[in-house]
Nanobody, 123 residues
Framework: VQLQASGGGLVQAGGSLRLSCAAS????????TGWFRQAPGKEREFVAV????????ACADSVKGRFTISRDNAKNTVYLQMNSLKPEDTAVYYC?????????????????WGQGTLVTVSS
């Protein structure tokens, strides 16, 4: 499966962005999909994950209450709605997928990765 992340950009603190992860090549509905981010000089970190049918989700404590992950399997797309953005949310955001009915929060557990989309939050 090929993943294409989009929707990043420059936003002021307190603003919102919606990232999209579009999949092609295989039936995406059987894949768990996660979002990770990597800030300059830092390691890649888990942001959020959604299971194959959207019933189960999880997110990092740092974004809980501000970010929401969702999916539309008819469109082969997973979304990350980001509200109340903070400067510390600035990073390259990556989507990742693994064919499984479980969810995963560790980057090494994913088989497929998108190219990343840059989110910059100004103060």
């Amino acid at each position: 499966v090929q993943l294409q992340a989009s929707g990043g950009g420059l936003v002021q603190a307190g603003g919102s962005l919606r990232l999209s992860c579009a999949a092609s090549g295989r039936t995406f509905s059987s894949f768990a999909t996660g979002w990770f981010r990597q800030a300059p000089g830092k390691e890649r970190e888990f942001v959020a994950v959604i299971n194959w049918n959207g019933v189960s989700t999880a997110c990092a404590d740092s974004v809980k209450g501000r970010f929401t992950i969702s999916r539309d399997n008819a469109k082969n797309t997973v979304y990350l709605q980001m509200n109340s953005l903070k400067p510390e949310d600035t990073a390259v955001y990556y989507c990742a997928a693994r064919r499984s009915y479980s969810v995963f929060v560790v980057a090494d557990e994913y088989d497929y990765w998108g190219q990343g989309t840059l989110v910059t939050v100004s103060s």
